[in-house]
């Protein structure tokens, strides 16, 4: 034929067809079959055929699944992901190694049941066999066995403690992957589990993985239920949480910051200043600063997220009082501006000097807020019914007077004796700038816990 024609009935190579993915599947013991998978196929028709192929009877208690380490199960809804050049292994069903697991677990061998408890964290991070596990009652079995778990084996401590830290362990990490899916309600678990999972957070504390897993239990229930919140806030305190932060390990300080986090979240409103007290009693504050912010290591991104969340929980706690107006008639707050200037004029005297004529007294008043830098130097409760900042300004002047009270004896009294021109009222700068903090963190408003 002539050059660069070619015949007419030559075959010209066309991409494969969009719906066939090539792979490679494994079978124990034999070699790697390789095989063109058509995904318009129903998988039950594909996995007969590959079990016809290696004369397997009962295709259907095989199933396939990835052959990396996530041993992800292939279904209907999932076979779309399968690439080009995947592995797969051909495996037993989910149903079929739910049903096995579900009998390993309970085997009086340790050695044996420890296994089955490995192969069951491994598996259940998978949807469709955990479906399987739970519908079997797999969670009942894993808590029956945290629950009674400690008592049943402590008589033979020295040879079992080793084997029972592990088992343990892995019975948690189970119990948190299968939870993880969604599929069972968590409203369904006893006090006695509650309290089981509580005392390791103390009991386990050198065992990290325990610890950890624990921790993450702790917060999912709290998280998830109000009735579990109410029980698990019985069980666990801030006090029991605190030293968990103060260790090196930052996994489990995020955790631990996490179910504090969760406690905060769920607590009711009249709570949750109770335990933001509670919080800076125990100097958390400082504890977060020296053992995770300065500590000689990055913060992950987890770690930056949880203590972001409870910075805005804490913050938030302050809406009611920058919200809040000051009453002028209201003695007891009335009282708060008194001590204000009782402190800056009157440090040295009398706190209830009482001496010269009302009118006096009314005179000299007025001029002292004046020097503190109120605009009403008659009345300067007005000061501070405008919200925000409302009540929240003054707590932080009284609380600036009483902690630094000579830095703020200086200021006043700096201030009253400058020109109008250079003048830096100390009330009317302490208004705006508390106005200002709550803007700039954003105190009271609804923010997506995702940052």
Same mark, same amino acid.
Request: hydrophobic residues 40%.
């Given at each position: 034929?002539?050059?660069?024609?070619?015949?007419?009935?030559?075959?010209?190579?066309?991409?494969?067809?969009?719906?066939?993915?090539?792979?490679?599947?494994?079978?124990?013991?034999?070699?790697?079959?390789?095989?063109?998978?058509?995904?318009?196929?129903?998988?039950?028709?594909?996995?007969?055929?590959?079990?016809?192929?290696?004369?397997?009877?009962?295709? +259907?208690?095989?199933? !396939?699944?990835?052959?990396?380490?996530?041993?992800?199960?292939?279904?209907?809804?999932?076979?779309?992901?399968?690439?080009?050049?995947?592995?797969?292994?051909?495996?037993?069903?989910?149903?079929?190694?739910?049903?096995? !697991?579900?009998?390993?677990?309970?085997?009086?061998?340790?050695?044996?049941?420890?296994?089955?408890?490995?192969?069951?964290?491994?598996?259940?991070?998978?949807?469709?066999?955990?479906?399987?596990?739970?519908?079997?009652?797999?969670?009942?079995?894993?808590?029956?066995?945290?629950?009674?778990?400690?008592?049943?084996?402590?008589?033979?401590?020295?040879?079992?403690?080793?084997?029972?830290?592990?088992?343990?362990?892995?019975?948690?990490?189970?119990?948190?992957?299968?939870?993880?899916?969604?599929?069972?309600?968590?409203?369904?678990?006893?006090?006695?589990?509650?309290?089981?999972?509580?005392?390791?957070?103390?009991?386990?504390?050198?065992?990290?993985?325990?610890?950890?897993?624990?921790?993450?239990?702790?917060?999912?229930?709290?998280?998830?239920?109000?009735?579990?919140?109410?029980?698990?806030?019985?069980?666990?305190?801030?006090?029991?949480?605190?030293?968990?932060?103060?260790?090196? +390990?930052?996994?489990?300080?995020?955790?631990?910051?996490?179910?504090?986090?969760?406690?905060?979240?769920?607590?009711?409103?009249?709570?949750?200043?109770?335990?933001?007290?509670?919080?800076?009693?125990?100097?958390?504050?400082?504890?977060?600063?020296?053992?995770?912010?300065?500590?000689?290591?990055?913060?992950?991104?987890?770690?930056?997220?949880?203590?972001?969340?409870?910075?805005?929980?804490?913050?938030?706690?302050?809406?009611?009082?920058?919200?809040?107006?000051?009453?002028?008639?209201?003695?007891?707050?009335?009282?708060?501006?008194?001590?204000?200037?009782?402190?800056?004029?009157?440090?040295?005297?009398?706190?209830?000097?009482?001496?010269?004529?009302?009118?006096?007294?009314?005179?000299?008043?007025?001029?002292?807020?004046?020097?503190?830098?109120?605009?009403?130097?008659?009345?300067?409760?007005?000061?501070?019914?405008?919200?925000?900042?409302?009540?929240?300004?003054?707590?932080?002047?009284?609380?600036?007077?009483?902690?630094?009270?000579?830095?703020?004896?200086?200021?006043?009294?700096?201030?009253?004796?400058?020109?109008?021109?250079?003048?830096?009222?100390?009330?009317?700068?302490?208004?705006?700038?508390?106005?200002?903090?709550?803007?700039?963190?954003?105190?009271?408003?609804?923010?997506?816990?995702?940052?």
């Amino acid at each position: 034929c002539p050059v660069g024609l070619a015949p007419r009935n030559s075959s010209v190579a066309m991409p494969p067809p969009a719906d066939i993915v090539k792979v490679a599947i494994e079978w124990p013991g034999a070699f790697p079959k390789l095989m063109e998978i058509d995904q318009k196929k129903p998988l039950s028709s594909i996995i007969k055929e590959v079990c016809d192929g290696w004369s397997l009877a009962n295709h +259907d208690q095989f199933a !396939l699944q990835h052959a990396d380490s996530s041993n992800f199960y292939i279904t209907e809804k999932n076979r779309n992901e399968i690439k080009n050049g995947a592995i797969l292994r051909l495996t037993t069903s989910p149903a079929q190694n739910a049903q096995q !697991l579900h009998e390993r677990i309970q085997s009086s061998s340790m050695d044996a049941k420890l296994e089955a408890l490995k192969d069951l964290a491994n598996y259940s991070r998978d949807v469709t066999f955990a479906q399987e596990f739970i519908n079997l009652d797999g969670i009942s079995l894993l808590t029956q066995m945290v629950e009674s778990g400690t008592e049943r084996y402590q008589k033979l401590q020295k040879i079992m403690k080793p084997c029972f830290g592990d088992m343990l362990s892995f019975t948690l990490t189970a119990f948190v992957e299968l939870m993880d899916h969604g599929i069972v309600s968590w409203d369904t678990f006893s006090v006695a589990f509650i309290k089981k999972i509580a005392s390791y957070v103390n009991k386990f504390a050198s065992d990290i993985s325990i610890l950890q897993r624990s921790l993450a239990i702790l917060e999912s229930m709290v998280l998830n239920s109000h009735d579990l919140y109410q029980k698990v806030a019985q069980e666990i305190t801030i006090g029991q949480l605190i030293p968990h932060l103060q260790g090196t +390990d930052q996994e489990i300080q995020t955790y631990t910051i996490a179910v504090i986090n969760a406690l905060f979240l769920k607590a009711p409103d009249d709570k949750r200043q109770e335990m933001a007290n509670i919080l800076a009693q125990k100097q958390l504050r400082s504890i977060i600063l020296t053992h995770v912010i300065r500590a000689q290591r990055a913060i992950n991104n987890e770690m930056a997220h949880q203590l972001y969340v409870l910075q805005v929980l804490t913050f938030n706690l302050l809406e009611d009082r920058m919200m809040t107006k000051m009453d002028p008639q209201d003695q007891a707050q009335r009282d708060i501006i008194f001590e204000l200037r009782r402190i800056a004029f009157d440090a040295e005297s009398e706190p209830n000097n009482s001496s010269g004529s009302i009118e006096k007294r009314k005179s000299m008043y007025t001029r002292d807020y004046k020097k503190l830098g109120f605009i009403n130097h008659v009345n300067p409760a007005m000061d501070f019914t405008q919200t925000p900042p409302g009540m929240l300004a003054l707590d932080n002047m009284l609380y600036f007077a009483k902690h630094h009270q000579d830095a703020y004896i200086r200021i006043v009294l700096e201030n009253s004796s400058r020109e109008d021109k250079h003048e830096c009222p100390f009330g009317r700068s302490s208004i705006e700038l508390t106005k200002m903090l709550c803007e700039i963190l954003k105190v009271g408003e609804l923010r997506k816990l995702t940052c």
